[in-house]
Nanobody
Framework: QEQLVESGGGLVQAGGSLRLSCAAS????????MAWFRQAPGKEREFVAR?????DYRDSVKGRFTISKDDTKNMVYLQMNNLKPEDTAVYYC?????????????????WGQGTQVTVSS
């Protein structure tokens, strides 16, 4: 059974950095599109970044976040630099097979449990 487990969240001051990791198991994740989503309290889950046939980011994180994957280790990473208070959310790793024009949560099949990122001002 496919499983995704995130780690690396925490509390950081504005301008700081965090690196999120997602460990995938139970499947051949090299063939999946891997993505990061986030959800802040009272808000809908939103796309952050994805990697598959290319890489793609939401506009507000471009130039600050970098997604990468290591197929030999079944790992996906999200390097987050110059963090802002508005980046505060629970971050989720996801795996799917569809590279849609506008990435949405419904395209993804497998989800991790999430890791909390809190950025203080």
């Amino acid at each position: 059974q496919e499983q995704l487990v995130e780690s690396g969240g925490g509390l950081v001051q504005a301008g700081g950095s965090l690196r999120l990791s997602c460990a995938a198991s139970g499947g051949t994740f090299s063939r999946y599109i891997m993505a990061w989503f986030r959800q802040a309290p009272g808000k809908e889950r939103e796309f952050v970044a994805r990697v598959g046939i290319g890489v793609d980011y939401r506009d507000s994180v471009k130039g600050r976040f970098t997604i990468s994957k290591d197929d030999t280790k079944n790992m996906v990473y999200l390097q987050m630099n110059n963090l802002k208070p508005e980046d505060t959310a629970v971050y989720y790793c996801a795996a799917g097979t569809t590279w849609g024009l506008s990435p949405v949560a419904g395209e993804y099949i497998y989800w991790g449990q999430g890791t909390q990122v809190t950025v203080s001002s």
